[in-house]
Every structure is written in structure tokens, then in C-alpha cells.
């Protein structure tokens, strides 16, 4: 039985503003924590899981397997979808919400702790694993409801864009704090950071946590949720049946993520083992380089989210996809110029076409499903996506680079991610404007 606070449908309009900045600020400061946690394993990835758990193996094959490692928490972001959807659609955002941030954190900090392979061998390498997982499905629950929490009080339909932008805001942001972490501890610790200082930022989870349950404790929930607890619509099973009466929008969905997940995952996290082997830069070059990519994704992700309520959402995307497609052969040649100045030229960019695709995307995938299956179906979507292209990007880029000896072979990677988002977005229908909640807009298929 689904329990909130019904007080949501009856605020006056300067009270609905006040809980809408409340809503964006804690979906915001709550996904950023939460990608502080998930950002946090994607950079330690390449600088210290290969070398502390997979010792023994040539370092080619040493990273292959920490990617592997990395791409279990993919794997497992579409359980949490399957599970916190379930609960979103029955219970409620906030609830819901409150559980992914818990789970997330309490599995961080836990890695800060995972003795290494020197200590008990391959039992290291898994209970990372297990580790990797929970965050997965911690993840997996996460984004639907930051995102609804955010778009499902915004006051018309000319505005969901940069309002459902906001929580993806909380991305850059926690990419800046993970990388800040490990640069700031990286300093402090010198030689000894792979004997301690990686584990600090891991066990600052904790703190985090707590900050972030204070804010979403405060919160009511959304007026959406409410009104289908008073008017008795919420469904029983909504994830069997948002995938029995939407499977083309939850496919449609992953596929139009290729090329804004694929890539973002080579740009921040291949980049770390790619830049190191290959290029043969600093640690502390790469984590400065990353974290101030991060800074300009502040502006562009609510930026380009604003500009798909002016453009049109798939129009927005779409145009991130084919700029995507393109700047990978301009990336690698930039970064294999060997120059510091091209190379962090190079990487402050990277985000740029990811984030053209970042801003619209919340808005465009939620707006593909009726209210009460909103959140099974749109964190279904977004989450399959993971094991299809998040996960496996850098395994794949490492992979490549091994087989081909080439950077090129990774932008055809690329390229061809980015034609797989323009069909899919394609198909797509654009809601941008359009009353997502009125009667019948959605139920054509009941």
C-alpha cells in the first residue's frame, strides 16, 4: 500500500515553488552523492584495482580484469531498476529514494576496507565484486526517482527540460568530488597511496550519507504520486506491466543512450589506464584534467536540458549524438599528439557532446511513460543501457587497443554507438510541451 503525504495536492502556487527548489536541490545534492560513490570506483579503477588485486597478471590482461570487475556494477544497475521501480511506482519517490542512497553508500564505504590480494588472494578481487554490485543496484534505483522527484513537480510543460536536467547536474558533480578525492589524497599520501590513501575517499561515504538523508528526509512527495494515491491508480505490478504495455519505449530507451554512455565512460575512466600506459602522463594530470571537465558540465547539462524545451527534446539529442559520433577520431588524434596543453584541451571537451545528450535525456526517456509506471519504465530504459554500453565501454576500449594497437579502432567504437542512438531517438516520440498527465494520453494500450 502506497503511503505519502497528501498535503501535495493541496499547496497553494508559492508553496508548490518552494517544495519544487526543495525537490531539484535534493534529487540534486542526492544523486551527486551518489555518483561521488559510483564515480569514485570508475577512477580508482584504473589507478589501483589492477595493481593491489590482479597482481600478478601482465598489466594489459591486470586491467582487463579490474574493467571487469568495473562493469559488474552495469550489470547489475537493471535489478535495481526492476526492484526500486517496483517500489517507486508502489510507494512512492521519496521513500524509494531515501533506500538507493543507504544501500549506495553503505557499499562504498564498505570497499574503503577490502583487504587486497596480498592479504587473502583472490577473495579480495571478490568481495569487490559484491561490492561492485550493490552500488549497481543502488544505481539502478536511483536515477528514475532523483529524476521524477524533480520533473513531477514542475508547475507547466514548457519547463521539464531544465528541470529534469537538474538532477543530471548531480553527474559533473559527483565526477568533481570523486576525482577531487583522489587527487587531494593522491597528494597527500605520495608513495603510499596505494598502500592507504586510495581507501580514504571510499570511507568518506559515510559522511555523505548522512548529509544526503538529511535533505531527503525533508522533502513531500510529488504531486503525481499523489493524486494516483487519491484517485486509487497505482498498479499493483508495475514493472510486469510497463514491460508487457511499453516494451518498444523501454528499448528504445537503452539504444538511444549508446552514444551518451559508451563514451562518457572511455572519456572518464579508460582515459586513466589509456593515458598512463600509453601516453605515459601523470596520475595527477589526468584526475586535474577530468575534474575540470567536470566543472564546465555544471553550465552545459541544465544548459542544453533548457534548449531542448526551445528546440525540441529529440532535436537537442539527436545533434549530441551526431557531434558524439565525430569527436571521437578528433579526441584520440588530440590526445595522442603527446602535448600536456592538446591532451587536457582534449579531455575538457570530452563531456561537451556527452552533455548535449545529458540535459534533454531525463525529460526525453521519462516522458515516454504514463505516471503510474513512470518510474519502472524510465529506470528499465535508462538502466539496460548499462549493460549494453556503459559497462562494457572501457573493457571494450581496452580490449581494442590491445587487439589493434590503434586508438582509431576505439572511435569507430565510437561512431558507430552514436548511429545506433540516432535510429533509436528517432523512433522516439517527442512530448516536449505536452501534457504528460492528461487522461488518456497514455493508456491507448489498456
Same mark, same amino acid.
Not at 528504445?252 to 579508460?270: D, H, K, N, V
Given at each position: ?217 525533508? %522533502?513531500?512527495?510529488?504531486? &503525481? *504520486? +499523489? ?6 491508480? !497505482?498498479? =499493483?505490478?508495475?514493472? @510486469? $506491466? ?23 565512460? %572511455?572519456?572518464?575512466?579508460? &582515459? *586513466? +589506464? ?6 605515459? !602522463?601523470? =596520475?595527477?594530470?589526468? @584526475? $586535474? ?44 588524434? @588530440? ?112
Amino acid at each position: 500500500m502506497a503511503t505519502l503525504d497528501l498535503d501535495a495536492t493541496r499547496l497553494t502556487a508559492p508553496e508548490h515553488q518552494r517544495q519544487l527548489r526543495r525537490a531539484v536541490i535534493a534529487s540534486t545534492i542526492g544523486t551527486a552523492i551518489e555518483w561521488y560513490d559510483f564515480f569514485l570506483y570508475s577512477t580508482v579503477t584504473g589507478l589501483v584495482f589492477a595493481k593491489l588485486f590482479f597482481p600478478h597478471s601482465d598489466p594489459w590482461v591486470g586491467t582487463l580484469e579490474a574493467f571487469a570487475i568495473y562493469a559488474v556494477g552495469f550489470a547489475a544497475r537493471p535489478v535495481g531498476a526492476a526492484i526500486f521501480g517496483h517500489y517507486g511506482d508502489r510507494v512512492g519517490r521519496k521513500s524509494t529514494l531515501i533506500a538507493t542512497l543507504l544501500l549506495m553508500g553503505l557499499a562504498t564505504a564498505a570497499v574503503a576496507v577490502v583487504p587486497t590480494y596480498a592479504s587473502i588472494g583472490i577473495w579480495g578481487a571478490v568481495i569487490l565484486t559484491v561490492l561492485r554490485f550493490i552500488q549497481g543496484v543502488g544505481v539502478g534505483g536511483e536515477w528514475g526517482g532523483s529524476v521524477l522527484m524533480s520533473m513531477e513537480w514542475a508547475r507547466n510543460d514548457r519547463s521539464r527540460g531544465l528541470i529534469a536536467s537538474w538532477p543530471q547536474f548531480g553527474v559533473p558533480c559527483g565526477l568533481f568530488l570523486a576525482n577531487l578525492a583522489v587527487l587531494v589524497f593522491s597528494q597527500m599520501a605520495g608513495d603510499q597511496f596505494l598502500a592507504w590513501g586510495w581507501r580514504i575517499p571510499f570511507a568518506l561515504s559515510i559522511i555523505l550519507v548522512g548529509v544526503g538523508l538529511y535533505i531527503r528526509l525533508g %522533502i513531500l512527495e510529488t504531486p &503525481v *504520486f +499523489s493524486r494516483l494515491v487519491a484517485e486509487r491508480q !497505482v498498479d =499493483r505490478t508495475p514493472m @510486469l $506491466t510497463v514491460i508487457r504495455e511499453y516494451p518498444k519505449e523501454i528499448l528504445l530507451s537503452a539504444f538511444a543512450r549508446m552514444s551518451e554512455q559508451a563514451p562518457f565512460y %572511455i572519456f572518464t575512466a579508460f &582515459v *586513466f +589506464s589509456y593515458g598512463i600506459g600509453t601516453l605515459h !602522463v601523470s =596520475r595527477d594530470f589526468l @584526475l $586535474t584534467a577530468v575534474l575540470s571537465a567536470s566543472v564546465l558540465s555544471f553550465v552545459s547539462i541544465p544548459l542544453c536540458g533548457h534548449i531542448s524545451d526551445q528546440i525540441g527534446r529529440k532535436n537537442m539529442y539527436m545533434l549530441g549524438a551526431a557531434v558524439t559520433g565525430i569527436f571521437g577520431f578528433v579526441y584520440f588524434a @588530440l590526445l595522442n599528439t603527446g602535448s600536456l596543453t592538446i591532451i587536457f584541451l582534449a579531455i575538457i571537451l570530452s563531456l561537451i557532446p556527452h552533455d548535449m545528450q545529458y540535459g534533454p535525456q531525463a525529460a526525453l526517456i521519462a516522458e515516454s511513460f504514463t505516471g503510474r509506471l513512470r518510474y519502472s519504465g524510465s529506470s528499465l530504459g535508462y538502466q539496460l543501457a548499462s549493460v549494453i554500453a556503459g559497462g562494457p565501454a572501457p573493457l571494450i576500449a581496452t580490449w581494442l587497443y590491445g587487439t589493434f594497437h590503434s586508438a582509431t579502432a576505439i572511435a569507430v567504437y565510437i561512431a558507430i554507438c552514436a548511429v545506433v542512438t540516432l535510429v533509436a531517438t528517432a523512433m522516439m516520440t517527442d512530448y516536449t510541451g505536452k501534457d504528460i498527465n492528461a487522461a488518456g494520453a497514455y493508456e491507448r494500450r489498456t
